[in-house]
């Protein structure tokens, strides 16, 4: 059974930055994904095994950065230049690399990011 650990979500103004961390009990190719109230749950970013590729979303290129630690067997959410619109629970998930989260089979607890304006 994988389990999966967030930490790091809270509230923060519009501009500012926060990181998210999700630790793993084990070594998978990683996706991050995002629920706003009263939407659908979307696709931010993915990183391989290995961290040599990563997979972002257009909404987010440019702003966040996905990354790992496999010898914490951790990955990291770093957001930047944060807008309101990318309030919701943020949700970490294995193994895969998919933009479709219906592709991957374990889900962190979630962790809530509310960007203030």
């Known amino acids: 059974q994988v389990q999966l650990v967030e930490s790091g979500g809270g509230l923060v103004q519009a501009g500012g930055s926060l990181r998210l961390s999700c630790t793993a009990s084990g070594t998978f190719a990683m996706g991050w994904f995002r629920q706003a109230p009263g939407k659908e749950r979307e696709f931010v970013g993915s990183i391989s095994r290995s961290g040599g590729g990563t997979n972002y979303a257009d909404s987010v290129k440019g702003r966040f950065t996905i990354s790992r630690d496999n010898a914490k067997n951790t990955v990291y959410l770093q957001m930047n230049s944060l807008q309101p619109e990318d309030t919701g629970v943020y949700y970490c998930?294995?193994?895969?690399?998919?933009?479709?989260?219906?592709?991957?089979?374990?889900w962190g607890q979630g962790t809530q990011v509310t960007v203030s304006s």
């Open positions: 998930a294995a193994k895969g690399w998919s933009t479709s989260d219906y592709e991957y089979d374990y």
